[in-house]
């Protein structure tokens, strides 16, 4: 294609970018078309990826095509491994593609599609993408270290322990988040507890298929997984339509807490190959399926979004969670748009299978803006729904009421008309004998993902079953998080308390591994029953904290991408990380002293603790445990701030230090040496 | 016409073995390919256990996004 020719594309996606995001943007009043929000996300991503990340590539970290990466020097046929870019590529994006950006998106949808859109789309470009970038070409460079590591050695002792607390904080409270999002997609619902059930006897099939039966075809398992799922999906059916079995798994909310965290303690403490890997193995065949069927489902349909661009409650008296756009938007999406979880995965597996520095700009920045696409579609799952539907199902019940008709009350007073009718004739299309209050996220995320493939394949008739398959694919997601996050938790205390007694670091010795898995699923558990129990607590006041946590991460990693630009001597160039970083400072600090000082008891923890206590059952119990639980997700948030500013200010230190000359700086790059693929690379 | 048909013919062929590529590493198939290759093994069940048991720490210890 000629130069001019090439501009006049690039002129085109320029003004087809600029006219969706306008179009999302100024349209009021009228519905509008989700293609609209598709087209403006293809069209930032490509414009960022083809300028911005070219920008960051050429001048901010200069990468050289003839300077061998790990994955040369290094070669071990193990960890590191010269591998094709697409295959390198797949393998990040599966790494980092989780449920947050399913669930994040569809619970800050109550603020209407425009703001979630608005900043999936410009903290994709500007931060997250430009974080997993420039964070997996300093691990390249420094032989696939860790962000820990990283931010030891170029920021100092302190930047590297924080790193540390803020991972094992991080690892915690995403656990704790997640376990409670399958609750509230689990519960009374004998259909999905049923098929999510069933997920475990096919792990550990497929755990002995592949070790007894046909050794290593992990591919040919995972298909014979998953038509097994699709069978334990229309099992379910028939379980939910015959009470004896029914019964059985009509579970309430705290049995279903009580059974993850024995699950959870299993998966830590059984082989791995028999529980964990086959059931990481389903999840991502099942995952990355789902995702290109959503895909090709939203190009399909072209589906007509309901929810307004804005509603009343940016205000931030939301029934999906309290407190105003700001901050608490930018926490709630935290994935779609920068995940801190992200720079572990860029200085994990990923830079120690890069064959070429070039190529961290399409893996790094790339697999970041399709992750980013995934958060839209969650957008576009939220918003098909009518908004009362949106909200009757988010909603809880200590705000709408637990009657289905003084919910649809409350709903429609609101501005946002349902029925109770209406609501009953959904539970029944989907199987469910009530939607109502069924908060987290995920089964509003399902409701909307059923409806777009019914209206693709199947119809009505399908809508049940495609239902339930969102719902399984969302709880086997996040199931898989929650296992291989309890046994990576169970390994960081390990290594923390081997320091203590040295066979409490031994990770074979059973002992060591039954009390440091009971220590870290008691951890988690600790969060899952504090929102099981806790009626205006749960996921209302545990997703900001888990955004904030996730994002103190992404503030280390900003932290050590500053502080390695200014000592490769480009302070003037600093400015492509440090503006993410200034902007998810203000952010954190604000939700943070909101979630912990705000008059609002809906939205502060110590206000909730206030009121509970200057209540007439402030002596009972429960209340005592809930006026608890508020004071430590205060001291929490208050460890994470801290932690965030002492982080900032050594980093400061170090800058300012390095930039008036006071001290050399050192760069703790692994030293040059050329490809023995240059001529490949020249040709 | 015919060298077209060659040409999208030879795409497709690539872009189906890169997803097939991907996929095998994605799911650690590579991964016990080149243990077979340093061990000069041939796949069998043993082999596939001593391969799980040299990779089980690191694939214990990948972290895991939300």
Not at chain 1, 35 to 59: D, P, Q
Request: glycine residues 8%; aromatic residues 10%; charged residues 15%.
């Amino acid at each position: 294609m000629s130069k001019s020719a090439r501009a006049l594309v690039w002129v085109g996606v320029t003004a087809a970018g600029v006219l969706s995001v306008a179009t999302i943007a100024i349209h009021r009043g009228e519905e509008i078309n989700a293609m609209w929000l598709v087209v403006a996300a293809v069209c930032s991503y490509a414009l960022g990826y083809r300028f911005y990340s070219k920008f960051i590539a050429a001048r901010v970290l200069t990468l050289d095509a003839l300077r061998a990466t790990p994955a040369e020097r290094l070669e071990n046929g193990r960890d590191f491994v010269r591998t094709n870019k697409w295959v390198v590529f797949g393998h990040h994006f599966a790494a980092i593609a989780g449920p947050g950006p399913l669930v994040g998106p569809v619970l800050a949808a109550q603020f209407g599609y425009l703001p979630g859109t608005l900043w999936i789309l410009t903290g994709a470009v500007f931060a997250g993408c430009v974080q997993d970038f420039v964070i997996l070409l300093f691990s390249v460079r420094r032989d696939g270290k860790s962000l820990t590591e990283m931010a030891k050695d170029e920021i100092g002792r302190l930047g590297g322990l924080i790193a540390y607390v803020a991972v094992i904080s991080i690892v915690v409270i995403l656990l704790g988040v997640c376990a409670l999002i399958v609750v509230n997609a689990l519960k009374a619902s004998p259909w999905g507890t049923f098929t999510i059930a069933m997920t475990i006897p096919i792990a550990l099939l497929m755990g002995v298929y592949l070790r007894r039966i046909r050794p290593g075809k992990v591919l040919e398992s995972s298909v014979l997984g998953f038509l097994l799922v699709l069978l334990a999906i229309w099992g379910g059916q028939w379980a939910s339509h015959t009470p004896s079995v029914g019964r059985f798994f009509t579970l309430t909310a705290p049995t279903l807490a009580i059974l993850i965290i024995i699950y959870g303690f299993a998966a830590s403490a059984l082989p791995v190959w028999l529980l964990l890997a086959p059931r990481d193995y389903l999840s991502t065949f099942v995952k990355l399926g789902t995702i290109v069927m959503l895909a090709l489902g939203i190009v399909a349909l072209r589906p007509t979004l309901h929810m307004p661009a804005l509603t009343r409650f940016i205000d931030g008296t939301g029934p999906v969670f309290a407190g105003n756009l700001f901050p608490f938007a930018f926490v709630t999406i935290a994935c779609g748009a920068i995940s801190g979880f992200h720079s572990l995965i860029a200085s994990g597996t990923t830079p120690k299978l890069i064959s070429r520095e070039t190529e961290t700009r399409m893996v790094g920045y790339g697999a970041m803006a399709c992750e980013s696409m995934v958060a839209i579609m969650a957008v576009v799952a939220a918003c098909v729904m009518q908004p009362g539907t949106y909200f009757a199902i988010n909603s809880p019940a200590g705000i709408v009421g637990q009657a289905p008709e003084a919910a649809a009350a409350s709903i429609s007073s609101w501005g946002f008309p349902v029925t109770a009718s209406d609501m009953h004739v959904l539970a029944q299309d989907v199987g469910e004998q009530t939607l109502y209050n069924r908060t987290g996220g995920a089964p509003a995320f399902a409701v909307g993902m059923a409806q777009i493939f019914s209206h693709s394949i199947g119809g009505k008739a399908l809508m049940a079953i495609w239902y339930h398959f969102a719902l399984m694919f969302e709880a086997l997601f996040i199931l898989t998080v929650l296992d291989a996050g309890t046994r990576v938790g169970r390994f960081m205390v390990q290594d923390a308390l081997g320091h203590v007694w040295k066979p409490l670091g031994r990770t074979s010795w059973y002992p060591s591994i039954l009390a440091n898995s009971a220590l870290i699923v008691a951890a988690w558990g600790y969060f899952l029953w504090q929102g099981v129990k806790d009626p205006l607590g749960g996921i209302n006041s545990l997703w900001p904290l888990f955004g904030i946590s996730n994002q103190l991460l992404a503030t280390v990693a900003l932290c050590v991408a500053t502080t390695i630009i200014i000592k490769m001597g480009r302070p003037k160039y600093a400015p492509v990380t440090l503006a993410p970083l200034t902007w998810l400072v203000a952010v954190t600090f604000s939700a943070s002293y909101y979630k912990v000082f705000d008059p609002n008891p809906r939205i502060g923890f110590l206000a909730h603790a206030r009121l509970l206590a200057s209540g007439a059952n402030a002596a009972a119990p429960a209340t005592a445990r809930l006026i608890f639980n508020d004071r430590l997700d205060a001291l929490v948030t208050g460890i994470l701030i801290v932690l965030i500013a002492a982080i900032l200010v050594e980093s400061a230190t170090e800058w300012i230090r390095v930039l008036a000359g006071r001290k050399q700086p050192v760069l703790r790059e692994s030293p040059f040496v050329a490809t023995r693929f240059a001529a490949e690379e020249q040709g | 016409m015919i060298g077209r048909e060659l040409r999208l013919r030879e795409l497709v062929r690539g872009m189906a073995s890169i997803v097939r590529s991907a996929l095998q590493e994605i799911f650690d198939e590579s991964a016990y390919a080149r243990f077979l290759r340093r061990r000069q093994l041939q796949t069998s069940p043993e082999a596939y256990a001593e391969f799980l048991r040299e990779n089980e720490v690191s694939r214990q210890r990948r972290a895991r996004c939300c």
